[in-house]
């Protein structure tokens, strides 16, 4: 039997391919600025920019995929949904990143070794700074949007334009001391700035996703909602827990529940108790499926 997928979480869905479709416009932009600048100037720290915009665009197209994915309801092979291909998503762009940032310091070198000198740099800074800017926006929106909606595959890519932003920064002042100073050795040097910069944003990335895939437990303060929930009916009903038992699947959240309670009780109130625990956890969670195994309690604690 098929699982059919609340409206609400469909709406969701359709909003993140969305905001991943401007991300998707966004690089496509911005590889043009960014290599319209390196064309215009020669410059290597303006290539390695527009690479990692070009990193940028195959992550969103990833990204467009993982979400379509994600997005399929529990089926015969998979019981507990499609929720972590976004970690995929992270893990693909991850190494991306990585690729991005060996041509980067690779192509930096050489041209450390044979500096170059650069042309019309002022145009490739009004170029880079409109991409900055750009990149800016998207990402800030980025992660807004997908923190709200618990979606690791927006905030990975926002960070990813975040941290774009930042490096193209760092090129556009080195650019703009190269054309001051007329030392053409910092150009390079900016460039394996941003290499090394660009490495540790993909080891992070890289960190987050592959605990994702292992299973990893849902963020501190959900599971605090969560105990302050079973804390609630601990105080009002003669039942006890186990130690909660969570899993994190990229949107997706399970909760395991392990509740003891009187031995003299009938199922139909154990079920309605049951009920009653899920119900509370999906008002403060919202879409969490919870799993609750209900044992009796010894006759000592009876």
Not at 49 to 65: Q, R, Y
Not at 93 to 119: D, H, K, N, Q, Y
């Amino acid at each position: 039997m098929t699982t059919s997928v609340p409206e609400s979480r469909q709406q969701q869905d359709r909003l993140l391919f969305r905001f991943m479709l401007l991300s998707l416009a966004a690089a496509v932009v911005t590889i043009v600025l960014k290599a319209s600048a390196a064309w215009a100037t020669g410059s290597v720290g303006f290539l390695s920019d527009a690479l990692e915009s070009g990193v940028n665009l195959v992550a969103a197209v990833v990204a467009l995929i993982a979400l379509r994915v994600a997005a399929r309801p529990p089926d015969a092979s998979h019981h507990f949904g499609h929720g972590k291909a976004e970690y995929v998503s992270a893990l693909v762009e991850g190494a991306m990143i990585f690729v991005a940032a060996t041509a980067i310091i690779w192509t930096a070198i050489e041209r450390l070794i044979s500096p170059v000198p650069l042309v019309q740099p002022g145009l490739g800074l009004a170029l880079s700074t409109v991409a900055s800017v750009i990149n800016l926006g998207v990402g800030l929106t980025l992660l807004r949007v997908g923190r709200t909606h618990r979606s690791i595959t927006l905030v990975a890519d926002g960070k990813h334009l975040l941290t774009d932003v930042w490096t193209s920064a760092g090129v556009i002042v080195g650019i703009a001391l190269v054309a001051v100073t007329g030392w053409e050795p910092l150009d390079p040097i900016v460039a394996l700035a941003v290499g090394v910069n660009i490495l540790w944003t993909g080891y992070r990335l890289l960190r987050g996703s592959v605990s994702g895939l292992l299973s990893a437990a849902l963020p501190q303060h959900e599971q605090d909602q969560v105990n302050a929930v079973l804390d609630r009916f601990r105080a009002e009903c003669p039942v006890e827990f186990a130690p909660l038992r969570t899993v994190e699947s990229g949107r997706q959240r399970q909760v395991f529940v392990v509740v003891t309670v009187p031995g003299d009780w009938t199922v139909r109130t154990a079920h309605d108790m049951a009920d009653r625990i899920e119900a509370a956890i999906d008002a403060v969670l919202p879409h969490t499926e919870t799993f609750i195994h209900v044992e009796p309690a010894g006759p000592e604690n009876a």
